[in-house]
């Protein structure tokens, strides 16, 4: 998780929980995140392989578009 997506709500389809207004920005790019202003990472959006650039891509960066991630969660032991 970036510093930009920090705190930020889940977003989906079906719940826009991004700080975009009239934007939904999982249903716009393709995938749900941790969204705040449609910008930054995208590791759920869909893999396209001729569009690196595209905000739609799956990217870390939000610009270069990468052919697989892997998500490791790490339970929170404070609690």
């Not at 969660?73 to 609690?79: A, C, E, G, K, Q």
Request: charged share 20%; aromatic share 16%.
């Amino acid at each position: 998780m970036t510093s930009w997506n920090l705190n930020q709500k889940f977003s989906t389809h079906d719940h826009d929980n991004d700080q975009e207004e009239n934007t939904n920005c999982a249903w716009k790019y393709y995938g749900a995140w941790w969204y705040k202003y449609c910008t930054g990472p995208n590791l759920n959006g869909k893999f396209n392989t001729n569009a690196n650039g595209s905000w739609s891509n799956m990217s870390w960066n939000g610009f270069t578009a990468i052919k697989r991630v892997q998500m490791l969660i790490r339970p929170n032991l404070d609690d």
